[in-house]
């Protein structure tokens, strides 16, 4: 019995723009999120609980619809 992974491209390409997002600041953390989705005005990284620095990185286009968006 043989077992293999195929992965599959999506049916189609998600449009994709430089989005506003918070990196993590620690030494050994990757933590990031993106602008739009914090409830604080500066926020602290959920993995390490270190401060978080303004940054920028091409993600796909999403919409936050939440009613707690924080509003600036």
Not at 11 to 23: C, D, K, S
Not at 28 to 33: D, F, I, L, T
């Amino acid at each position: 019995m043989y077992l293999y992974y195929s992965r599959k491209r999506p049916l189609e390409e998600l449009p994709e723009e430089i989005t506003a997002i918070w990196m993590c600041a620690g030494e050994n953390c990757k933590g990031w999120m993106r602008d739009n989705f914090t409830f604080s005005i500066v926020p602290i990284c959920p993995q390490c609980k270190a401060e978080m620095v303004r940054s920028e990185k091409m993600l796909a286009t999403i919409e936050n619809t939440s009613p707690n968006q924080l509003k600036v």
